[in-house]
């Protein structure tokens, strides 16, 4: 099946300081990957649609410039969380979609937990 | 927009049936997914519905009923393995999915 790996899959920052979080598809090619957040015990949030080749959807309330995202293979999309605070400590997930033959199932990466402190 | 509805919390016992419900209202409903999530780990695909009807695979069976806006998962002869948080999930243009609150199953023995 298909794979999504996370890397990291856990990191601990400073106040202020950015973070990359970098998530691929190892073995297939993914024109549209998602990012999602998730606090603990809660719902998973769609935070933007990534596309490949152009800039990324954000949803309504998410802040763009502080969560630069930026799809740069079929294989490749990296989240930055900038300037980063504690109220940004979440986890955060990526997906991508396998279109082909009429699939509809998107394939999670394993979530990198990010601590701001 | 999108807002999702399914029940916070399901207790059921070891080889039993549960069904865990999901009502929606969605602009642009292409679908409804349903996904399981273990406490610390990513959500995994259980099935998909894009037309009226039940879609049975192994335990799980997934069921959807576009005029009612409604859909369920239904798990049989539950196992211990099973307790987990359950998603739904409409999907929209572009694939774009969102999720409900998630149902918490517990299995008890």
């Known amino acids: 099946g298909a794979v999504v790996s996370q890397h990291p899959s856990w990191v601990i920052c400073k106040s202020g300081t950015s973070v990359k979080i970098e998530c691929r598809s190892l073995d297939f090619q993914a024109t549209t990957m998602f990012w999602y957040r998730q606090f603990p015990k809660q719902s998973l949030m769609l935070m933007a649609t990534s596309n490949e080749g152009s800039k990324a959807t954000y949803e309504q309330g998410v802040e763009k410039d502080k969560f630069l995202i930026n799809h740069a293979s079929l294989t490749l999309s990296t989240l930055t969380v900038t300037s980063a605070h504690p109220e940004d400590s979440s986890f955060y997930i990526c997906s991508a979609v396998e279109v082909e033959r009429g699939h509809n199932e998107q394939f999670f990466g394993p979530g990198t937990r990010l601590t701001v402190l | 927009g999108q807002s999702l509805e399914q029940p916070s919390e399901v207790t059921a016992v070891e080889g039993a049936i549960v069904q865990i419900n999901c009502t929606y209202q969605?602009?642009?409903?292409?679908?409804l997914s349903w996904y399981q999530q273990h406490d610390g780990g990513a959500p995994t695909f259980l099935s998909y519905?894009?037309?009226?009807g039940l879609e049975e695979t192994g335990r799980f069976s997934s069921f959807l009923s576009r005029s009612d806006s409604y859909g369920y998962l239904l798990l049989q002869e539950l196992q211990m393995k099973d307790s987990a948080s359950y998603f739904c999930a409409v999907g929209g243009n572009f694939n774009k999915f969102y999720f409900g609150s998630g149902t918490k199953l517990n299995v008890k023995p």
């Open positions: 519905n894009a037309l009226d």
């Open positions: 969605t602009s642009g409903f292409y679908g």
